[in-house]
């Protein structure tokens, strides 16, 4: 997953331009979000990956809050050493004082190291790739707003297109803008602007602790992340939903004192 991102005539690795070779195949990145510590389906998403031949791979944040496997899933992250984007859960180890946390990053700050909380927290709110693609949490000024989407009578629904724009503010000029914090995959080409990427989330179909989380819309319990490819100046997306062990996940939640995680592991909604 070294290789970066392809221009018109080279392409960058790292950062040194190569030449690039005719009739060379598109360029892919893999784009995930939302692991909220799930170890399982991380690694099930991983796992995917390598066999989609893709050049790169960008995480959106949000990694280890959840009552799972905040350590596990903090160790396998720095061993992949992804470009990645710092959530508002990730940004909250520190910036909040442990009792106003919700329960589930409570469990997280528990479980992980000083070093390791602090490491969350160091990642950066967006990062600028190459071909013009922003990378954020959230929106790109504010990691706990949703891009695309608003809460009407504690339902999530698609923002209006103003909305949008004014959410993106000077990113408006890019070409892509990928984003998580809603953990719904979708594609919203902004007229005039960029298209919105949001890959869904790896490991956390709806985080059970926030407020109006049963009035969510029911979703699945599948890993979820996105692909980009690039192919004569265009880019397209596929949406994967992955099965993994999310029984499994659902006793480790049960095990740990979070029954209402269990069920949206296992279901995709909370009741």
Do not use: K
């Amino acid at each position: 997953m070294g290789a970066w991102i392809r221009t018109p005539h080279r392409i960058l690795v790292g950062r040194h331009f190569v030449r690039r070779r005719p009739q060379e195949r598109p360029i892919r990145l893999a784009v995930i979000a939302d692991i909220h510590a799930n170890l399982l389906a991380l690694e099930a998403v991983i796992a995917d990956i390598h066999t989609r031949g893709v050049d790169a791979t960008v995480n959106l944040g949000d990694n280890v809050a959840g009552p799972l496997w905040p350590r596990e899933t903090a160790e396998l992250l720095a061993t992949l050493a992804l470009p990645t984007v710092r959530g508002n859960h990730d940004r909250w180890l520190l910036d909040r004082d442990e009792a106003s946390l919700f329960p589930a990053d409570r469990f997280a700050y528990a479980a992980l190291t000083p070093e390791q909380r602090c490491a969350q927290h160091a990642m950066p709110a967006t990062i600028e790739l190459p071909e013009g693609i922003l990378a954020v949490h959230g929106t790109p000024s504010d990691d706990s707003a949703f891009l695309t989407e608003e809460i009407h009578e504690d339902r999530l629904i698609p923002a209006a297109r103003h909305q949008v724009c004014e959410r993106l503010g000077a990113a408006i000029s890019r070409t892509i803008v990928l984003c998580g914090h809603s953990h719904r995959q979708s594609l919203t080409q902004v007229p005039g602007g960029p298209l919105i990427v949001n890959p869904g989330s790896v490991g956390c179909p709806v985080f059970a602790d926030i407020p109006r989380a049963n009035c969510i819309e029911p979703r699945s319990p599948h890993a979820r992340y996105a692909i980009l490819t690039r192919h004569s100046q265009r880019w397209s997306a596929e949406f994967i939903a992955l099965d993994y062990d999310w029984d499994q996940a659902a006793v480790r939640a049960r095990d740990n004192g979070f029954a209402n995680w269990a069920e949206a592991f296992v279901t995709g909604a909370v009741t």
